[in-house]
């Protein structure tokens, strides 16, 4: 994946984009509100899909009700280690960490999901 889009306003808002041929993640977070969000949009056709089409914008929360009951121990293991080498300090890089921890299992399975 490669960064699409990075915008900064300040200090209050940061939003990310990764994108590859089937889709874009987007990790957003709102300093002022304290509010992480992440989310996954399927591609049609190259473009991003209307953000109310559930089947095409996932956010983190959808995406692991979906995809972690099919994640085995060994992959939660696996996940568990290879994070272990990053260390949070505050609550913005706990909260990032433990997202980017569900992103990563969520992503290993995303092009298997029947959603």
């Given at each position: 994946?490669?960064?699409?889009?990075?915008?900064?306003?300040?200090?209050?808002?940061?939003?990310?984009?990764?994108?590859?041929?089937?889709?874009?993640?987007?990790?957003?977070?709102?300093?002022?509100?304290?509010?992480?969000?992440?989310?996954?949009?399927?591609?049609?056709?190259?473009?991003?899909?209307?953000?109310?089409?559930?089947?095409?914008?996932?956010?983190?929360?959808?995406?692991?009700?979906?995809?972690?009951?099919?994640?085995?121990?060994?992959?939660?293991?696996?996940?568990s280690?290879y994070?272990?080498?990053?260390?949070?300090?505050?609550?913005?890089?706990?909260?990032?960490?433990?997202?980017?921890?569900?992103?990563?299992?969520?992503?290993?399975?995303?092009?298997?999901?029947?959603?």
């Amino acid at each position: 994946m490669t960064v699409a889009e990075e915008k900064e306003r300040g200090n209050v808002y940061y939003d990310v984009q990764y994108r590859d041929q089937s889709k874009v993640v987007s990790i957003s977070y709102e300093n002022i509100e304290d509010y992480l969000q992440i989310i996954v949009f399927r591609l049609e056709n190259g473009e991003l899909p209307d953000y109310d089409d559930k089947t095409k914008t996932l956010h983190l929360s959808q995406l692991n009700r979906i995809t972690l009951p099919n994640v085995d121990k060994n992959e939660i293991i696996s996940n568990s280690e290879y994070f272990s080498k990053y260390v949070a300090n505050g609550e913005v890089e706990r909260q990032l960490l433990k997202s980017a921890k569900e992103l990563r299992l969520c992503l290993m399975h995303f092009d298997v999901l029947n959603t």
